[in-house]
């Protein structure tokens, strides 16, 4: 499995997703849209506006939270193999 976290330093959504991924040892390539004009388009183009996090799960975009209302954990375990424990 490859992930993708498209993420800047500031968002605390992105915070919460790197910790998740960290916590139940995802491996994970972090990509700073702040950092890189030509990824914060390519967030632009696959979901319709800057918003991060954004995860890329072997290719399949997916937003890992809910704005206002935080990380969806649960999809987050279904989407990345993760057991409840």
């Given at each position: ?51 991060v996090p954004q995860l890329v799960i072997d290719g399949e ?9 935080g990380l969806l954990v649960q999809e987050l375990h279904q ?7």
């Amino acid at each position: 499995m490859t992930v993708q976290l498209y993420s800047t330093n500031w968002c605390r959504d992105c915070r919460a997703a790197k910790q998740f991924l960290n916590a139940h040892g995802i491996p994970y390539t972090e990509v700073d849209v702040d950092a890189d004009p030509a990824a914060s388009a390519e967030v632009i183009a696959h979901v319709g506006k800057r918003a991060v996090p954004q995860l890329v799960i072997d290719g399949e975009w997916f937003q890992p939270y809910t704005p206002g209302r935080g990380l969806l954990v649960q999809e987050l375990h279904q989407r990345l193999g993760i057991p409840r424990e």
